[in-house]
């Protein structure tokens, strides 16, 4: 699906004269990044690095480019190319100088350079294994949870993340919904009272002018029942640039909205990061971090000890580490979820409670969320709990009996009620005009 406003995107970032933003490198950036980036880009001017056009425009996402950059034997970028033909790739200026060129395990080549692995593994998972399809109500408009909506906006993402759960959008071109699309999902939401709560996601939403972004949130910010916007972006972490001074003053005017982020390594955290979290925290945007445990990049005590410290230092709360998705083409970062469990207990206790997220399992099938944490309970009997605590040593607690007025009938938990759009011919005369 292509459409006039993935173009509004691209010509955008293609024609606008560098514009002035802040200047991204106000401290000097980690000394690995700073090399990288005289080595590789030393032709390019300070105003042209720190303005995220510039960067959105220059992303590498050819295996040629690629090649010039960093070493690839002729087999390696064969290998690529056919990963390529399905699985693209894109990473920016920004995001590749955080890569330490001296080791194929880098934490951040893994997230973002294509491996082979990715097809010999293919036949393994789902393309949606979250079932989004089956729960969208309009096209892009998924309800699963009585009182929260996810909106897609666009595919565009300015780094392929090599785990992402909608690599399936990948192979449909780049998008983002028309203005008939975003329409029927806003009439959706005006008419489905229950909805308090939208999530605006991607793709990366922020991909879009701020002008697009302001259109949208400010049109939801009208409907009285919506009480709170939330943002899912991975641009503080992989393009900080985009964080400019024209999209928080926007962002501020429409409060409260609140952004998930997604810093998966310590290595991500850098000045500019934290320059970019800064302005939205300013901005009057709280912060939360949805980590996704990954094979090889997060996978140990260690680094998500300090991963999540020094999201802390920047004023970012970790709320979710997500058990990897059974998604097609990533089952080579994958976990076993005893990982993600062992992790939280070498955490819990360990470091403060603000730094250590909620694990979590998406069910397949659009089954939703499940928290899982390790197992404090060493017995229960009648009025007795005994729990362990974080060094092993056990406790006990009494546990006072219920009173009569505690036993409630159980309550059935409903799926949402859906409002049906105006007509299914609304939807694909939408749908007509995304072409
Ligand atoms: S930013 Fe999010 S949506 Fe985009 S590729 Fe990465 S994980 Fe997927």
């Known amino acids: 699906m292509t459409t006039s406003v993935s173009v509004q995107v691209c010509k955008e970032a293609q024609e606008e004269p560098p514009h002035s933003v802040e200047s991204a490198a106000e401290e000097p950036p980690g000394k690995r990044a700073w090399e990288n980036r005289q080595r590789f880009f030393g032709h390019v001017s ?8 510039w960067q959105f425009r220059n992303r590498i996402n050819t295996v040629q480019e690629l090649a010039s950059l960093i070493h690839l034997s002729d087999k390696e970028q ?10 693209p790739f894109s990473i920016t200026p920004y995001y590749f100088c955080l890569i330490d060129q001296n080791n194929p395990d880098d934490p951040v080549r893994k997230q973002a350079v294509p491996s082979f692995e990715e097809i010999a593994f293919a036949f393994m998972g789902k393309a949606d294994p979250l079932a989004e399809e089956e729960d969208s109500v309009v096209p892009g408009l998924v309800h699963r ?6 909106m897609v906006l666009t595919n565009i993402c300015p780094v392929l993340c090599r785990h992402c759960t909608r690599k399936r959008e990948w192979q449909s071109g780049r998008w983002a919904r028309t203005t008939a699309e975003i329409e029927l999902m806003l009439d959706y939401i005006r008419r489905n009272k229950a909805v308090r709560d939208v999530i605006v996601s991607g793709g990366d939403p922020l991909s879009l002018a701020t002008s697009r972004l302001e259109e949208v949130i400010s049109r939801l910010r009208d409907i009285p029942h919506v009480e709170i916007i939330r943002i899912g972006t991975r641009f503080p972490v992989v393009l900080p640039q985009r964080i400019d001074a024209e999209l928080c ?8 909205i609140w952004v998930n982020t997604h810093f998966n390594h310590p290595h991500e955290v850098t000045p500019e990061a934290a320059l970019a979290c800064d302005k939205l925290v300013r901005s009057g945007v ?3 971090n949805q980590s996704v445990l990954l094979r090889g990049v997060n996978d140990s005590v260690e680094t998500q000890t300090k991963l999540c410290r020094e999201l802390l230092k920047i004023k970012v709360r970790p709320y979710y580490l997500f058990q990897a998705d059974e998604v097609q083409g990533t089952e080579h970062l994958r976990t076993p979820i005893e990982t993600g469990i062992r992790i939280i207990e070498g955490m819990r206790g360990h470091t403060s409670g603000l730094a250590v997220p909620t694990f979590v399992v998406d069910l397949p099938g659009g089954g939703g969320k499940v928290p899982l944490q390790p197992n404090y309970i060493v017995s229960h009997t009648d009025g007795e709990l005994v729990l362990r605590n974080y060094e092993g040593r056990t406790f006990t607690c009494r546990n006072p009996e219920p009173l009569v007025s505690d036993h409630r009938p159980d309550r059935q938990q409903q799926r949402p009620e859906r409002v049906q759009p105006a007509s299914r011919e609304a939807v694909a005369a939408s749908k007509g005009k995304a072409k």
Do not use: C, F, H, I
């Open 46 to 53: 300070e105003e042209q690095w720190n303005d995220w056009k």
């Open 78 to 87: 064969a290998r690529l190319r056919l990963v390529t033909g399905r699985y």
């Open 145 to 150: 949870y009585p009182d929260r909506v996810l």
């Open 249 to 256: 003053a926007m962002l501020s005017k429409y409060g409260p």
């Open 286 to 288: 709280p912060l939360n």
